[in-house]
C-alpha cells in the first residue's frame, strides 16, 4: 500500500485537553483506523525555540516524545483535517512510503 509515514515531535507535559498531546493523538489515529502508532520517548533534543528539552530527575515533563505512524492518502488527509480543526500546533514530519504486512498474524 502507498502512503505516508508521519512523524509527530511533542513533549511528555504538552496537553490537549486534559490529555497528554501524545496520547490523544493515538488515540484519534485509532479512531480514523489508522493501522498503528508507536509514541516513542526521546532523551533529549530541541525544537524551534531552540531550547534543549530532556528528561531530568526532577522533571520528566519536559522529555521529546516522538509519535510515529503510517496511514494511506485517504487517512493522512482525514488525520491533517482533525488536528485543523482541533486547533493542534505540533511539528511533523511526513514522507512518502510504501507499507503493508507481511506472514500470517
Same mark, same amino acid.
Given at each position: 500500500?502507498? *502512503?505516508?509515514? @508521519? $512523524?509527530? =515531535? $511533542?513533549? /511528555?507535559?504538552?496537553?490537549?485537553?486534559? !490529555?497528554? /498531546? +501524545?496520547?490523544?493523538?493515538?488515540?484519534?489515529? #485509532?479512531? /480514523?483506523? @489508522?493501522? &498503528?502508532? $508507536? @509514541?516513542?520517548?526521546?532523551?533529549?533534543?530541541? *525544537? #524551534?525555540?531552540?531550547?534543549?528539552?530532556?528528561?531530568? =530527575?526532577?522533571?520528566?515533563?519536559? !522529555?521529546? !516524545?516522538? @509519535? %510515529?505512524?503510517?496511514? +494511506?492518502?485517504?487517512?493522512?488527509? #482525514?488525520? =491533517?483535517?482533525?488536528?485543523?480543526a482541533e486547533h493542534i500546533n505540533i511539528a511533523y514530519i511526513? %514522507?512518502?512510503?510504501? =507499507? &503493508?504486512?507481511? &506472514?500470517?498474524?
Amino acid at each position: 500500500m502507498k *502512503g505516508f509515514e @508521519i $512523524t509527530f =515531535f $511533542t513533549r /511528555l507535559d504538552k496537553k490537549h485537553g486534559s !490529555q497528554m /498531546l +501524545s496520547e490523544w493523538l493515538m488515540r484519534a489515529a #485509532r479512531d /480514523l483506523n @489508522i493501522g &498503528g502508532v $508507536t @509514541i516513542l520517548a526521546a532523551s533529549e533534543g530541541f *525544537g #524551534r525555540d531552540k531550547k534543549i528539552h530532556a528528561a531530568h =530527575f526532577f522533571e520528566l515533563g519536559d !522529555q521529546p !516524545q516522538e @509519535i %510515529v505512524m503510517t496511514a +494511506s492518502e485517504v487517512e493522512t488527509e #482525514r488525520l =491533517f483535517s482533525l488536528l485543523k480543526a482541533e486547533h493542534i500546533n505540533i511539528a511533523y514530519i511526513k %514522507v512518502p512510503v510504501e =507499507f &503493508g504486512v507481511l &506472514g500470517e498474524d
